[in-house]
Nanobody, 123 residues
Framework: QVQLVESGGGLVQAGGSLRLSCAAS????????MGWFRQAPGKEREFVVA??????YYADSVKGRFTISRDNAKNTMYLQMNSLKPEDTAVYYC??????????????????WGQGTQVTVSS
């Protein structure tokens, strides 16, 4: 089992940047496929980006602006968010799925979730 804790959210002006972190417990972090999702008020949880041993996959809405990375030695995943827009405002969640051999796009494909961190982009 793994526990996930997000951090790094906050309030930023449009065009600004934030870096989110997702710290994972346990010693098998590298064995997990990871992802970021977001949920805005009144909307369903939305896929943002995924990472696995095979590579990365971004939602079209964030492609070219967001970058996912992971440091297996630190059991931490990151989401660098640049050129932020007001429509990026949401609670951002990190997620982990057992078996890192494939990319996971749907929320039901993940086994563990963090509590979320709020990102607010002002216009």
């Amino acid at each position: 089992q793994v526990q996930l804790v997000e951090s790094g959210g906050g309030l930023v002006q449009a065009g600004g940047s934030l870096r989110l972190s997702c710290a994972a417990s346990g010693r098998t972090f590298s064995a997990y496929a990871m992802g970021w999702f977001r949920q805005a008020p009144g909307k369903e949880r939305e896929f943002v980006v995924a990472i696995s041993r095979t590579g990365t996959y971004y939602a079209d809405s964030v492609k070219g602006r967001f970058t996912i990375s992971r440091d297996n030695a630190k059991n931490t995943m990151y989401l660098q968010m640049n050129s932020l827009k007001p429509e990026d405002t949401a609670v951002y969640y990190c997620a982990a799925g057992q078996d890192s051999s494939w990319l996971r796009i749907g929320p039901n494909e993940y086994d563990y979730w963090g509590q979320g961190t709020q990102v607010t982009v002002s216009s």
